[in-house]
């Protein structure tokens, strides 16, 4: 996450979590790098590409996991829920946003959308 986080800079990158959650925690087993297919300005933006959502579909499967949530990056801000970010979330999944400054990652942290999109609580996330 944070390679692909920094080679993307000053873009925003974006990601896929995959893991297990057991007993309520979320366990992230691996994160698949794909390449942002939002059409304009990707320096706050960014959109997954539906084939490379459906190919980490297939490959979770295949790993016997589920898709847990996504990733992307704030180049140059902080790692918090942008207004975007929440109208474009999905409840229950996970999300991760990695802060990136002058190209370095900086912090991260996750959160997880309540079921109308009005709110993001913080989550705890255990990352690999
Ligand atoms: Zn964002």
Known sequence: MVAHAESAFPKE????????????????????????????EQKDRFQLDPKEQIAADRKAREMGVDILGFFHSHPDCDAY???????????WYSNV????????YHHAKAFIANSDQTSADPEELVLP
Not at 18 to 30: D, I, N, S
Not at 97 to 104: D, T
């Open 97 to 104: 946003v990695l802060s990136v400054q002058a190209g370095k």
């Open 81 to 91: 829920f942008s207004a975007t970010d929440l109208k474009n979330s999905w409840p």
């Open 13 to 40: 990158c974006c990601g896929i979590l995959l893991g297990k959650e057991t007993g309520g925690a979320r366990q992230v087993g691996a994160a698949i790098a794909c390449r942002n297919a939002y059409e304009g």
